[in-house]
């Protein structure tokens, strides 16, 4: 790969980095996912100092070009990542429904305790 290349991927893997820091500032990014998106830019940047580390570890785990290796990965978390927001999604859903049931018990306890204060 050319230094040029490599140069410009470290810098735009820095402003990735940075963008990830801004998002916890404003508390926009949960920590697990700050220290997983950290960690993947990190990975990134040594892979990109260290030549031919992914051919290396790409053959020793024996995959023949490099690039299966790399999509092997990447589908392996994504799916990691679209189990983990799917159990979030259940867990939110599940908490709103038993909100939205105290709510319901609260107005029927407010409408009754009404009609008890206007009989009076």
Known sequence: MQMSLKIALILILLIYLFCILKAVKRKGMRINYLIFWSITGVILIISLLIPNLVED????????????????????????????????????????????????????????????????
Request: net charge negative; no cysteine; proline share 2%.
């Open 57 to 120: 570890i790409s053959y020793k785990l024996g995959f023949e070009m490099p690039i299966n290796m790399i999509f092997s990965i990447a589908i392996f978390i994504l799916l990691y990542l679209l189990f983990d927001l799917t159990m979030q999604i259940s867990k939110e859903h599940n908490q709103n429904i038993s909100i939205i049931q105290e709510i319901s018990i609260l107005k029927k306890r407010v409408e009754e305790l009404e009609e008890k204060h206007n009989g009076e």
